[in-house]
């Protein structure tokens, strides 16, 4: 990702771009092809690292990175380098390159958040069956397997996949249209040459332009990233809850030192990064929506936020899959905890089941609900079985035997859990197989 993002890169995308430019001036004859030859074979030649040096010493003269670049190239080509950047303008080459290097980028990130959700239904086939509490607002609330919890996450992680796929169809553009997007430079052959150089790049062109691509791509660019790197907050969020000592389900699995003083510390290091580089990612997004607001045809205030912040998010979220498959190569699941923690609640957990049994035997469900509430609360208060506080109770037989409450009050108790985790696994190879 730094290799993509580093100036000899981006140097190397304009000279293409101011090549194939020339390639297709040639084919309408606003070069002759001698010149074309020539200025083809120069340009190959150009060295990337030796010119990018060049160009930042020349702009601190000229005040202008494209200006700088296309004097130099003149400079190095003779007489026909005065046909290189010919009616183009200087975003026609800056925009069309954000387009190759982000197609670059996003290719990176695409493949490590599919090993990411790749290894995770590995794992849901491993450890799918581990029965585990399920919470919400932190409290127990019905039993689940680890393998749903997972499946949460398959979910959530291939919809940014396709997200990503999503947002590649109008971010990916190449921009040729000239100083502010009418193409007048090249008369009516504007068109013929945005289609040459298009088709040599493999980009679809924006269909209409000021002088700059339009920002919104970025935006939505930026938001994709932030939402993904959220989802991998949300996950690693997940695992620092859950490896608190009392907990103890799951946890990193790691020699490193985990306290410069305490030496029994064993710290989700690797999940708090990816929380604090998450935040960082966030922090990008409104800003790329500020850049959608420019005045007419363009002004300058989006360019030095995009030069430094776009290779930020394409960074941040790299470090982010980095440190995400990391933590799932040492990543350790406490099946034993798991089942100590669900039985903390003394069955509790399966009041909903009983709720639902009362109701179809006629119970009233307001008196239901409020009769399960009084003996939830006297099984935790007195830290007896709700199994026994049921089958004593006289309102509750009245509509349930204590053979029925016995073979209500199981782990069971998980619906369509297996369908769901199948339609999540399905949707994930579905996802993963289109881009």
């Known amino acids: 990702m730094r290799k993509i993002f580093s100036y000899s890169n981006f140097i ?88 190759l290097i982000i197609r670059e980028a996003l290719g990176i990130v695409k493949k490590k958040l599919s090993d990411v959700i790749t290894t995770l239904i590995g794992f849901m086939e491993i450890y799918g069956q581990y029965l585990m509490i399920g919470r919400t607002h932190g409290q127990h609330a019905l039993p689940i397997t680890l393998g749903f919890k997972l499946s949460n996450y398959v979910y959530e992680l291939s919809r940014s996949y396709e997200r990503i796929c999503d947002t590649e169809k109008r971010v990916i553009r190449g921009k040729m249209s000239g100083a502010v997007g ?10 013929f040459i945005e289609k040459e150089l298009m ?65 029994h510390k064993r710290n989700p290091v690797t999940a708090e990064r990816i929380s604090g ?18 005045m007419h045809e363009r002004d300058l205030s989006n360019s030095s936020f995009e030069r430094y912040s776009i290779p930020h998010i394409f960074l941040l979220i790299d470090q982010m899959l980095i440190d995400m498959k990391n933590l799932l190569n040492n990543i350790w699941f406490n099946k034993e905890s798991m089942l100590k923690n669900l ?42 079985s709700f199994e026994d506080v049921l089958k004593k109770d006289n ?12 073979r209500f009050l199981t782990y069971d108790y998980l619906g369509s859990y297996r369908e769901l985790i199948d339609r999540s696994i399905n949707y994930a190879k579905e996802i993963l197989s289109k881009c």
């Open 12 to 99: 190397g995308k304009y000279i293409l771009i101011e090549k194939l430019l020339v390639k297709a001036l040639g084919k309408v004859d606003l070069i002759d092809n001698k010149c074309v030859s020539i200025l083809e074979k120069c340009l190959e030649n150009i060295d990337n690292e030796t010119i990018s040096k060049e160009v930042i010493e020349a702009e601190k003269t000229l005040g202008h990175e494209i200006t700088a670049l296309v004097y130099l190239l003149e400079k190095n080509c003779g007489s026909c380098g005065r046909y290189i950047h010919f009616g183009a303008t200087s975003n026609d080459i800056i925009d069309t390159s954000w387009a």
């Open 182 to 191: 009418t193409m007048a430079g090249w008369g009516d052959k504007g068109l």
């Open 199 to 263: 088709k040599e790049l493999d980009l679809e062109p924006h269909l209409i332009s000021t002088q700059i691509a339009p920002r919104d791509g970025f935006a939505e660019l930026s938001l994709t990233l932030a939402i993904l790197a959220s989802q991998l907050d949300r996950f690693a969020l997940e695992v620092r809850e859950l490896s608190r000592p009392e907990i103890n389900e799951i946890y990193e699995v790691s020699e490193r030192v985990g306290s410069s003083t305490m030496p």
């Open 277 to 294: 580089l998450a935040r960082a990612t966030r922090s990008l997004a409104v800003a790329f929506l500020e850049n959608i607001v420019l």
């Open 343 to 384: 039985e903390l609640s003394k069955k509790t957990i399966l009041s909903e089941r009983i709720l639902l049994e009362l109701i179809k035997r006629g119970a009233s469900r307001q008196e239901a609900h409020q009769n399960l509430s009084r003996l939830s609360r006297e099984s935790i208060e007195k830290n007896v």
């Open 395 to 406: 309102y509750i037989a009245r509509y349930l035997s204590k053979d029925e409450i016995s």
